[in-house]
């Protein structure tokens, strides 16, 4: 069955410090998949996919079909970094198929 | 602008009635879904569209009645609210599948 876990319910760290938001999959055939940004009480925003391959607020995601995993990493955490961010894959591939979230990871950056 | 918008942002109402929620896009998008929040955070996909078309209908109460009178419109007819409907419920369109999906401000429904 297709899933996203995040393992991660809350991460801490301090501004300046490195970042990994953990997000593994299961699926069978080729994934598609995505990070999204939730700020405080605001719409879910795409932050990047997978086959971007681009940096979006310093932030990078690399797809590893090995470990089935798409972590998402910045190397210097800011406080306006602080968010809940979710990971998410398409479910299939058929017109209308939706996307499954992982239950998200609350990133907390403080100074 | 080009967006997903969705009425009302608030919806506070008491057990028993019934309400609708509104959405349209004006990205051209073919596909419209509704996400249900809930109190964990936790977003999960309650009924998706494509071209007006009813993909998606997961394990939702029939109380729960989406309407998509053109692709750019999907509202949500709730009836007999009960205080587990209380979420936060988020409208998305895309292009299509595999595409990224563009998301509403989401309506927060309480039920008192």
């Known amino acids: 069955a297709q899933r996203v876990t995040q393992p991660e319910k809350l991460l801490s760290v301090f501004k300046g410090a490195p970042v990994e938001l953990k997000c593994n999959y299961s699926?069978?055939?080729?994934?598609?998949l995505f990070w999204y940004v939730q700020y405080s009480r605001q719409r879910l925003q795409l932050l990047l996919r997978?086959?971007s391959r681009e940096s979006i607020k310093g932030f990078t995601a690399d797809l590893n079909k090995g470990e089935t995993s798409f972590h998402l990493k910045k190397p210097f955490a800011q406080e306006e970094d602080s968010a809940m961010y979710y990971c998410?894959?398409?479910?299939?591939?058929?017109?209308?198929?939706?996307?499954?979230f992982g239950k998200g990871t609350t990133l907390s950056v403080s100074s | 602008d080009t967006a997903v918008s969705q009425t009302p942002k608030y919806l506070v109402t008491q057990m028993g009635n019934d309400k609708s929620i509104k959405c349209e896009q004006n990205?051209?998008?073919?596909?419209m879904y509704w996400y249900k929040q809930d109190s964990k955070k936790f977003l999960k996909i309650m009924f998706s569209?494509?071209?007006?078309?009813?993909?998606i209908n997961e394990t939702v109460p029939n109380r729960f009645s989406p309407k998509s009178p053109d692709k750019a419109h999907l509202n949500l007819h709730i009836n007999s609210l009960e205080l587990g409907d209380s979420a936060v419920y988020f409208c998305?369109?895309?292009?299509?599948?595999?595409?990224?999906?563009?998301f509403g401000d989401g309506t927060r429904l309480s039920i008192l």
């Open positions: 998305a369109s895309s292009p299509g599948v595999g595409q990224p999906q563009h």
């Open positions: 699926y069978s055939g080729s994934p598609e």
């Open positions: 997978h086959i």
């Open positions: 998410a894959l398409y479910g299939g591939d058929q017109a209308g198929t939706a996307l499954i």
């Open positions: 990205l051209g998008h073919d596909t």
């Open positions: 569209y494509n071209n007006k078309e009813l993909i």
